[in-house]
């Protein structure tokens, strides 16, 4: 498994080479994002989409 640090580097190679801060700091966070709801999946478990459509429908 891939250090955060190696994470981080493998994101910003693969940008291009003109993007902005903001692009590569947006990148790094949207990751963090996807890192973090990952380990909450794993650890608190998650809804099946027929569940979430069938909660959803009662507020319409």
């Known amino acids: 498994m891939n250090t955060e640090k190696?994470?981080?580097?493998n994101i910003l190679t693969n940008l291009p080479d003109?993007?902005?801060l903001e692009d590569a700091q947006y990148?790094?966070?949207v990751a963090e994002k996807?890192?973090?709801s990952?380990?909450?999946v794993e650890k608190e478990g998650?809804?099946?989409q027929q569940i979430v459509e069938e909660?959803?429908?009662k507020w319409s």
């Open 38 to 40: 990952l380990y909450r």
């Open 55 to 57: 909660k959803l429908a």
């Open 46 to 48: 998650a809804l099946s």
């Open 27 to 29: 990148h790094l966070y």
């Open 18 to 20: 003109d993007c902005s």
């Open 6 to 9: 190696e994470q981080a580097q």
């Open 34 to 36: 996807i890192k973090k």
